[in-house]
């Protein structure tokens, strides 16, 4: 993505001058609220403690994926692959516990996570094809292997309820849990370590980023097995939930993340985006579906309310930058 | 019917200004059907502006053109283009992806109710392209060639749309001399076929080989204008620069240079430079001077690894060095700045302070944790040694800095993070004046101070001769010459240069 961006990078830059990470928090949160209070107004099960569990329990695996995937796009990469991937994990886990052990199952699928990472990030950087192509492959290669590797079945996965369903702490579901570490984890990588910052200078300018010593390639391709390593947790998590799992799972999975991550102020250009804007992105999409689902709208429409969503609040990062740009 | 004498462009007392600055003088300058007329000056003497005025770009404030008799007020672009006027510039704009044929009939498709005629296309590319005598297949596409021949497709787009006036903007700047001598050839066919040319140049021998009189622009006012064959090398030098050389002086301090840092033998890079020599002293500024093409900037980005697959031996202290990327090179304290500050420089969308502190990152981070309150004192420390003039806010982007002050904030990147050997292309290419001098001053006062060694490309003679201990000149990929001290001068520097 970033190496094609370049030189429209370039020139947009200048004109983008103003602090804009804080007020664009301040707007999705209000954002939030305001969602929040009209559907406690429409529902009267919705301002819930249960529901609130049922929301972050919805979001957690798009979620986990979608921490990874802010990293990503903030070093201006995509990564297309993970629904497919984590699918795939979850017919690894599946068909190797079928045969041996529930452990070694976990085990295989965490190989087959850093596995997939390891190739996406080589494929991108060693061979530089551009993210997007390159997961738009990765994507169809592991979906079509989800069928050959399951045999087209939905595999049955007993005595795997403690990642899905069981709540260990707080009336929580395990998935909750590993999703807000993940956060955590994510926040602190991106603030205070050399990796996660390298990858906003990176987002911002590749070509400079390599003249002052920074790995880029190193970095990204790390990226990428985080990326790998949370598909694997996610269909995990997918096939404890349902004790099975079913070749077409986590379909179209990767849009709600790009969604999210989005949505939470990450720039498509590289560069620019937080931790925290993706967990309020993530809350916004999760208590929207929540809240039509207690409305009883339609499941196709909320496909329709989220990619609305999506659209308008691209559009509206792009009127602000022009704001800006003509009050310079 | 255009007489025989007539004029292809007749300009007179033409005055421009930019922001109240008055940038042309009442210039005069005309154009004979068949005719090549050189245009020398330094930069910002003026040639640019006056061919912009003649393509039609800008509108002078005073003055009279006429073109094959018409007299215009006021030419604008669509005006020239009628009067058969085509700049050549020196970025290409043709199309590389599309054919040699198709970028000759780019834009006149001959076709008819939308349906183009291959027919015509090719047959409008091999008329243009055997006027200019040149052999080139119509089939192959743009990207493919090299870089003189695509030059010759677009004066053959230029000719076949009944170009009557070239404008040449530094043609052989990046051509070999095999290159440079088919395009002599070709603007020798152009000759033939009645087309005036204005071909602007920095190559004092070119002049005498192929124009017909010399036009010398200094400070926005014509300072000669002679016969090509006759004017000397001396007479051109002298009129470019006029008296005000003088006025440029050489650093007052002269520190005894310590040990050699880097020492560079018989380098070579393929289809850059070759047989390259010079070394780098302890707390000297040595320059590398040569015309855009020359080769400086490719030895450089050598230095900083940046072409592995260059040949020949370069000593870092004493000891073999081979820079096979940058890391090896900032890993052995080399610090590093591009010529294109917002392509290759800064990140700017990022904080002012994050800027400065990257390659600093390995001595502030702990076991790869890292917070921002180091990179963030280096910025205030260094806003006051560099005078940065800004708010001290060390997170404001570094975009909202002006050119000169963020070029600060890349050089003092190199300071912070204790380089011993600084590669600098171009430091002050797109800085004000005042940038400028702080930007000199700090170079030879850390060059003293902190004994390090510094090496900068530069085609300004009047920037090698304000901060150089050493100037290596070099044209067209080969080392010319070597000067020290008081003999860098203007006319050392342009005579052995061009």
Redo the contacts between chains.
């Keep these: 993505m970033t190496t094609v961006n370049d030189t429209t990078k370039v020139a947009d830059v200048t004109l983008k001058r103003a602090g804009r990470s804080v007020p664009e928090l301040a707007a999705l949160l209000i954002f939030l609220v305001a969602l929040i209070i009209f559907f406690s107004f429409a529902s009267e099960y919705f301002l819930d403690i249960e529901n609130g569990i049922n929301i972050l329990t919805a979001l957690s695996v798009a979620g986990i994926l979608a921490i990874p995937g802010t990293m990503l796009l903030i070093a201006g990469q995509v990564d297309l692959s993970i629904g497919s991937a984590a699918a795939f994990a979850g017919t690894i886990v599946g068909v190797v516990s079928a045969k041996s052990s529930l452990q070694l199952g976990i085990g295989a699928t965490i190989l087959v996570g850093v596995v997939v990472g390891l190739v996406n990030g080589y494929l991108i950087t060693k061979i530089q094809v551009n993210s997007l192509i390159t997961t738009l492959g990765t994507l169809a290669i592991l979906r079509g292997l989800c069928y050959i590797v399951g045999g087209g079945q939905t595999i049955m996965v007993s005595d795997f309820s403690f990642l899905g369903l069981d709540r260990p702490f707080l009336n929580l579901p395990t998935s909750v849990i590993i999703f807000v570490i993940i956060c955590g984890a994510g926040g602190f990588i991106m603030k205070c370590t050399t990796f996660g910052r390298s990858l906003y200078v990176i987002g911002a300018n590749p070509a400079a980023s390599r003249l002052v010593g920074i790995r880029n390639s190193r970095v990204i391709v790390i990226a990428f097995v985080l990326s790998g390593l949370a598909t694997a947790v996610a269909g995990l998590i997918l096939t404890s939930q349902l004790s099975a799992a079913a070749p077409m799972a986590a379909t179209g999975l990767e849009l709600s993340v790009i969604t999210a991550v989005v949505l939470g102020g990450a720039s498509l250009n590289g560069g620019r985006g937080t931790i925290s804007g993706t967990i309020i992105g993530l809350l916004i999409i999760g208590v929207l579906n929540n809240g039509l689902v207690l409305l009883n709208v339609n499941t196709f429409w909320q496909d329709v309310a989220r990619g609305t969503l999506l659209i308008i609040a691209v559009s509206f990062d792009q009127f602000r930058e022009r704001w800006a740009a003509n009050r310079k | 019917m255009p007489d025989k004498d007539m004029k292809l462009i007749s300009a007179s007392g033409i005055h421009k200004s930019f922001g109240g600055v008055e940038v042309l003088h009442g210039v005069d300058l005309s154009l004979a059907p068949g005719e090549v007329l050189a245009l020398l000056g330094e930069n910002g003497a003026g040639k640019s502006t006056l061919v912009k005025i003649i393509a039609g770009d800008y509108i002078p404030e005073q003055g009279r053109i006429t073109c094959s008799g018409v007299e215009y007020s006021s030419l604008d672009p669509i005006k020239a283009r009628e009067a058969g006027i085509r700049m050549i510039f020196q970025e290409l704009s043709d199309a590389p992806t599309l054919t040699v044929a198709e970028n000759i009939s780019m834009g006149l498709w001959g076709a008819t109710r939308g349906i183009v005629s291959w027919k015509k296309i090719n047959e409008r590319a091999e008329k243009a392209l055997s006027m200019l005598g040149v052999d080139i297949d119509i089939n192959k596409k743009v990207g493919k060639l090299r870089i003189g021949e695509r030059q010759i497709v677009e004066i053959a787009r230029a000719l076949s749309d009944n170009a009557r006036v070239l404008i040449l903007d530094e043609p052989t700047a990046a051509l070999s001399s095999a290159e440079s001598e088919r395009l002599f050839s070709v603007i020798e066919s152009l000759r033939s076929q009645k087309v005036g040319m204005i071909y602007i140049t920095h190559r004092l021998d070119e002049v005498a080989r192929i124009a017909d009189r010399v036009n010398v622009l200094r400070d926005g006012s014509v300072a000669l204008l002679a016969d090509a064959k006759k004017a000397t090398r001396g007479e051109l030098v002298s009129a470019m620069i006029g008296r005000d050389a003088s006025d440029v002086s050489h650093p007052t301090d002269r520190p005894k240079p310590g040990g050699k840092i880097l020492s560079a033998h018989n380098i070579e890079l393929d289809r850059a430079f070759s047989g390259i020599d010079f070394d780098v002293h302890e707390g000297e500024v040595v320059a590398l001077y040569g015309k855009v093409g020359s080769g400086t900037a490719e030895v450089a980005e050598t230095i ?1 690894g940046l072409h592995p697959e260059h040949r020949g031996e370069i000593k870092l202290n004493g000891k073999i060095f081979s820079p096979k990327d ?2 090896t090179a ?2 052995n304290s080399i610090g ?1 700045l ?1 010529a294109d500050r ?9 904080p002012v302070a ?1 800027n400065l502190g ?2 600093s ?2 001595r502030y ?1 702990n076991h ?4 921002v309150a180091p990179e963030e004192k280096a910025y205030i420390n260094w806003t006051d040694r560099l005078k940065i003039r800004s708010r001290k806010d060390p ?3 570094i ?2 800095l002006s050119g000169g002050n963020q070029q600060k904030v890349l050089l003092a ?1 190199w300071f912070e993070g204790s380089s011993k050997l600084l590669v600098l292309i171009e430091p002050t290419r797109g800085v004000d004046v005042g940038a400028r001098r702080d930007i000199y001053e700090t170079l030879r006062r850390s060059a003293k101070e902190q004994n390090i060694g510094i090496l900068i490309t530069t085609s300004d003679h009047e920037e090698v001769i304000q901060v150089a201990d050493r100037a290596v000149v070099m044209s067209k990929g080969h080392k010319v010459a070597e000067f020290k001290g008081s003999t860098i001068t203007t006319e050392s520097l342009i005579t052995t240069a061009s």
């Design positions: 900083f940058p890391n900032i890993d590093f591009p917002q392509r290759l420089g800064a990140f700017m969308i990022r994050e990257v390659p990152w390995p981070s790869g944790l890292i917070t997170k404001q982007k975009a909202t990147r």
